[in-house]
């Protein structure tokens, strides 16, 4: 049942690439019209933050405000419900809604987890249509399209180029009539609604009659009368645009309009792809005229990573075979073995099926691991099977039955001390229990199929298998049992002689103490500051993320020149597959975009896998570094692998947040914290979250002079945002589709200059005056975007690295800082990796430790006895010394992995002592002295002991090399279980025997009783 169930749940379970380890986390937006970054930043981002910090679980509450957006972010501790989240964000914005400005658009709130990273990223672009055209078709026929696909919760449309009419009056015009831009405004509003006048009844009919207000075609629009002998075609162009860009979309090479396809909360990501590619093919014969490209996806790295996870799991499974053919000589065994893993893996998978595990690199790492319990459980019965039907010639039923009933227990022990070091994972908290949760779960899972199956199916399948009599066979196998037996014996002699060595001279027992001492502390205390530590190792996804500032005074324009030869620059540094770059931000949409204003230019760039290529993608960063330096207008830029940080909310490897209420402290500290971070050794590149170089001007209306001329500073405000931003008038119909806006709007050549601007005519009751008459322009320097956490600004000096350990990184700014001084008013914290890491660590340690309590603890009852569970609980702390020299070899730092791999460790290792001493015991009660009873131990049981820690090695290996896309992540796990499993079982054969002598010694007629 459980292999069919198997096979369904295989086909069944979802895939990602990794579990979603960000907090729970809600966005809020809020749009003023023409309001500056400063006046949001006060009078919204403040008072909504202030109010957020009410709310239960709230960890932090930040925003990031630009002119006329801000968007706020509550992140919330682990465990909140992110539905109940959005809820509370929305109930907290409606108190408050009467403390915000009257002029901000209604709130738009969004929750932030792993749905609102697009699925896969669609250009739409055209050689015929312009990007208007093209944004038209995308918003209202494409969008609605894909919307109607299973499992697709929303499509963002990106990219600017929205579509309008623009109605731009000619301004020698208005001047040579006398009329305004506020007239042409007030003739359309008044031509802005279709009116309902009543109901015709007759005697078989009721029809509406109806005023239609709207204009619905240009012409119509043009003969709209301003005044009893002028319409607005005399005085105004009436055209098809769009209003001024504060976005720009680059599909590959080419501007284009970007759909951001977003999926539902339980829908598979590469079965909804596939949907989405499917029907994609259908739009692409529905428009011939438009192009379409796949510029970002989920779907090739996730299938490249579960791909090659299945080839390591396939090379793991052929090395751990070879190694327990070396170690037994039987073909028959190792046919046990094969029909074994198969069955426990169909039983695995079937119950992540029906746990609600889904496939990703670290429950996929989980059945790699699984592997070696497997054979653990598997290889132990097995062997103690083919002990007595071969070295204690018993039938072959009868060595079944008795030599599985013998090892019962200590494979019963072994899977629960395993599943106890395991246990504390599942409650650990925070980010450590949201990343090795679902490996924690799978390998249970395992662990409990694994055991199941190895009292059960191994003895039925010996019972069959080993009762093969071929010749053949049993000639070939007779030939390898007499080399390998050789073998074997050496290394039981080995062991049995150091240890006999120890036990009758104290002397050379006192020498291996030292060693083991000396081995200890130079493992510890002088290979772990060299190895380094880190939150999470980085990896080489293919996918480079480029970040880049331009002078926020240019125009887009310009931005758009740097994008065009940066992405030449990304072309000439590799085999590029897709390119997706967006300038800019537009309202409401946080899948795609900077973030952050015209200034502001994000760039994803998709390289071929690293198994195609010949350059790491560190290699290809550096390249792209030297090259995007050289791009003028570039105030500064960031080149990161995908993953470069853990979590999404940590802005680089090292971030250092700087806190006050004033910009002018913010950025004399900026300064010095970013010179030292420029001096940080293992940093690539250097970023702050602002310049405060944006120049703003500043109208200074004289009150006197405009009340004379019967004007308000509100009135001057109001005829120039016509002039310069546009206003709304009305609205243009469009079927079955979101109406246009009609948009009234002087030339640009009337609003393209300071000076342009001063000698502009406004309305007044003297008539018509120059601005210059009544106001002065000037201007000051802001901060390009404005950002706060905690209640008060911040500016955040953030940088990335390549594989440089964090603890290395941070002592060498450490070094660069020292001897600085940041303004008394400025509050420096670390916020980058290593704030994460501390908190991560202490919470793993203590799950260690509960590890090793729990195991004593399980192994009390089961051996009735305090003694030989302190015993076993010894050659756990043996592992440190193989661990520490593993990821030196590797070339790996300690982080979660690295520790989860020692909790691992610390359930597999105790295996071996509890074989030891189980034996032993029996020995013990059967009349045996200590010293006869371990030495004995040492005999029979060195063979599986090695035998089972060279396999579960060799099926370590894959994940400990990284065999995979994504796998680099969790490697040191590997790393840490193969260097502690091979030292910490050699070490515990020769100290744990020794041990149990001395502890052991006088028991001799109590056991036997």
């Known amino acids: 049942m ?22 729970p986390e809600v966005a809020v937006v809020i749009v003023e019209p023409g309001a500056s970054a400063k006046e949001i930043a006060s009078n919204v981002a403040v008072p909504v933050e202030r109010e957020l910090y009410t709310l239960d679980r709230i960890r932090r509450v930040y925003s990031t405000t630009i002119d006329e957006v801000t968007v706020i972010h509550a992140e919330f501790n682990y465990g909140k419900n992110i539905d109940a989240a959005t809820t509370e964000v ?7 809604k009467n403390d915000l400005p009257p002029d901000i658009r209604e709130p738009q709130v969004y929750k932030i987890d792993d749905t609102l990273q697009p699925i896969v990223v669609i250009s739409v672009s055209s050689k015929k249509l312009p990007l208007t055209d093209v944004r038209e078709i995308a918003e209202n026929d494409i969008k609605d399209t894909l919307l109607k696909i299973d499992g697709i919760a929303n499509v963002d449309v990106f990219g600017g180029y929205r579509k309008e009419v623009i109605v731009t009056p000619d301004k020698k015009k208005l001047d040579k009539y006398g009329l305004s831009p506020s007239m042409v405004i007030a003739a359309l ?46 005085i105004a162009k009436v055209y098809f645009g769009h209003y001024e860009n504060s976005a720009l979309y680059y599909g590959d090479r080419e501007p284009a309009i970007a759909l951001a396809v977003q999926r539902e909360t339980n829908a598979d990501v590469i079965k909804t792809i596939d949907k989405v590619e499917k029907t994609l093919k259908v739009i692409k014969k529905k428009y011939p005229a438009l192009n379409f490209h796949i510029t970002d996806t989920q779907k090739d790295t996730i299938l490249q990573s579960t791909t090659n996870m299945f080839e390591s799991l396939r090379d793991a499974i052929v090395m751990s075979t070879i190694v327990v053919f070396f170690f037994l000589a039987s073909f028959r065994q190792v046919l046990v073995v094969l029909f074994t893993i198969p069955l426990v893996y169909a039983t695995t998978v079937a119950l992540m099926w029906l746990t609600g595990i889904e ?48 090892i019962m227990f200590s494979d019963l022990a072994g899977t629960i001390t395993t599943m106890a070091a395991l246990f504390p994972i599942m409650f650990v908290g925070d980010y450590p229990q949201t990343i090795f949760r679902p490996l924690a779960g799978t390998l249970l899972l395992a662990l409990a199929a694994s055991y199941a199956i ?25 030939i390898f049992e007499s080399i390998i037996s050789r073998i074997n014996n050496i290394f039981r002699m080995f062991f049995h002689n150091l240890v006999k060595k120890g036990l009758e001279s104290k002397k050379v027992a006192a020498g291996y103490v030292l060693f083991l001492i000396f081995l ?26 480029i970040g880049i500032t331009v002078d926020p005074n240019l125009k887009i324009k310009d931005s758009e020149d740097v994008l065009k030869k940066t992405i030449k620059a990304i072309y000439s540094s590799g085999k590029v597959l897709r390119v997706s770059s967006s300038i800019g931000s537009e309202p409401g949409i946080l899948s795609i975009g900077s973030g952050g204003g015209i200034d502001s230019i994000s760039i994803t760039a998709t390289y071929v896998n690293r198994f195609e290529r010949k350059k790491s993608i560190w290699q290809i960063e550096d390249e792209l570094r030297k090259k995007i330096a050289e791009i003028p207008n570039i105030e500064q830029f960031t080149v990161s692998d995908y993953g470069a940080t853990a979590l999404s909310s940590i802005k680089g490897n090292i971030d250092v947040t700087l806190y006050s209420s004033n910009f002018d402290s913010l950025e004399k500290a900026g300064k010095i914290i970013e010179q030292a971070v420029y001096n940080t050794k293992g940093i690539t590149c250097v970023a702050k979250t602002w310049n405060k170089n944006k120049k703003v001007y500043v109208l200074n209306v004289d009150e006197k002079k405009a009340a004379a001329y019967g004007l308000t500073p509100e009135d001057i405000a109001m005829q120039l945002t016509t002039v310069l931003r546009g206003i709304k008038a009305a609205s243009f119909p469009v079927v079955n589709a979101k109406d246009f806006t009609i948009r009234v709007w002087l030339e640009k050549t009337d609003r393209d200059s300071v000076k342009t601007l001063e000698t502009t005519l406004i309305n007044s009751k003297a008539g018509k005056i120059p601005l210059s008459t009544v106001a002065r322009i000037s201007y000051v320097y802001e901060p390009n975007v404005i950002t706060r956490e905690g209640l008060q600004y911040t500016l955040d000096v953030y940088g990335f690295r390549k594989k440089a350990a964090i603890t290395h990184i941070m002592a060498s700014f450490e070094k660069a800082f020292k001897g600085k001084k940041l303004p008394p008013d400025v509050k420096m914290e670390q916020t980058g990796d290593i704030k994460q890491f501390t908190d991560s660590a202490k919470r793993m340690l203590k799950a260690i430790g509960f590890a090793v309590l ?30 520490a020299w593993s990821l030196l070899i590797f070339d790996y730092h300690i982080s979660m992995p690295a520790m989860m791999g020692f909790v691992l460790l610390s359930g597999i290792i105790v295996n071996n002592a509890i074989l030891l001493i189980d034996f032993a015991l029996n020995g013990i009660k059967n009349g045996m002295n200590p010293e006869e009873a371990i030495l004995e131990s040492i005999k029979i049981r060195t063979r599986p002991v090695l035998m089972t820690a060279f396999a579960t090695t060799a099926g370590m290996l894959p994940v400990a090399m990284g065999n995979a896309i994504g796998l680099e992540r969790l490697a040191p796990l590997g790393a840490v279980a193969i260097g502690g499993l091979i030292v910490g079982t050699f070490l515990t054969l020769v100290f744990i025997p020794l041990l149990f002598v001395y502890t052991y010694g006088n028991t001799k007629k109590e056991l036997s009783e």
Request: net charge positive; charged share 20%; hydrophobic share 50%.
């Open 854 to 883: 729990l195991i004593f603890f399980v192994l009390v009852p089961m051996f009735n006895s305090v003694k030989a569970p302190l015993l076993i609980i010894v050659s756990i702390p043996l592992t440190l010394i193989g661990a």
């Open 90 to 96: 929305t109930q907290a914005l409606s108190k408050i």
């Open 454 to 478: 190895s009292i059960t199916a191994v003895p039925l399948l010996s019972l069959r298998l080993l009762a093969i009599k071929n010749p053949l066979i049993l000639k070939a196998e007779e």
């Open 189 to 234: 509003s008044k031509h802005d609604r279709d009116f309902a006048i009543g109901s015709i009844t007759g005697n078989y009919s009721k029809v509406l009659l109806k005023i239609k207000g709207k204009r619905d075609i240009l012409d119509k629009i043009k003969n709209i009368p301003v005044t009893r002998n002028i319409t607005i075609g005399d």
């Open 359 to 406: 496939f990703n690199v670290v429950t996929l790492t989980a059945i790699i691991l699984a592997l070696g319990l497997l054979l653990d459980d598997a290889v132990v019965v097995m062997e103690n099977i083919e002990r007595h039907y071969r070295e204690l010639k018993k039938p072959i039923r009868k060595a079944v039955v008795e030599g599985t009933e013998e």
């Open 520 to 545: 200890f502390i130079m493992s510890v205390k002088g290979l772990m500051p060299i190895v380094g530590k880190e939150l999470m190792p980085p990896m080489d996804t293919g996918i480079v993320k």
């Open 2 to 23: 459980f292999l069919f169930l198997g096979i369904f749940g295989y086909n069944s379970i979802n895939r990602k690439l990794f579990p979603n380890s960000n907090r």
